[in-house]
């Protein structure tokens, strides 16, 4: 089993930045292939970025690409989502997720395990 436990969302202007960790526990971290999700309102879950067990490979959703970074450090159990540049569409709650697998998938039915979820607002 795996506990993950999100910080860092909150409320920002647009333009703005913020930093979300995740942090897991309960069994060891570096197989696990990791991902962040979002959920506004009304909308289904949708992929935001990825990346491998190892930090060496990372994926984005294309409205993210470039604004957001996605890293690892496998000594602390966390992932970071860096968020920049935000902008009023990014309003959702994120989600951390860790799939059994070395690379991961943009699907999140291929995740395992799931955070409680942090909310991100961005205002205009």
């Known amino acids: 089993q795996v506990q993950l436990v999100e910080s860092g969302g909150g409320l920002v202007q647009a333009g703005g930045s913020l930093r979300l960790a995740c942090t897991a526990s309960?069994?060891?971290?570096?197989?696990?292939?990791m991902g962040w999700f979002r959920q506004a309102p009304g909308k289904e879950r949708e992929f935001v970025a990825r990346?491998?067990?190892?930090?060496?490979?990372?994926y984005y959703a294309d409205s993210v690409k470039g604004r957001f970074t996605i890293s690892r450090d496998n000594a602390k159990n966390t992932v970071y989502l860096q968020m920049s540049s935000l902008k009023p569409e990014d309003t959702a709650v994120y989600y951390c997720?860790?799939?059994?697998?070395?690379?991961?998938?943009?699907?999140?039915?291929?995740?395992?395990?799931w955070g409680q979820g942090t909310q991100v607002t961005v205002s205009s």
């Open positions: 997720a860790a799939a059994t697998s070395y690379y991961g998938s943009n699907y999140y039915r291929d995740y395992t395990y």
């Open positions: 990346i491998s067990w190892n930090g060496g490979t990372a």
């Open positions: 309960g069994r060891t971290f570096s197989p696990l292939s």
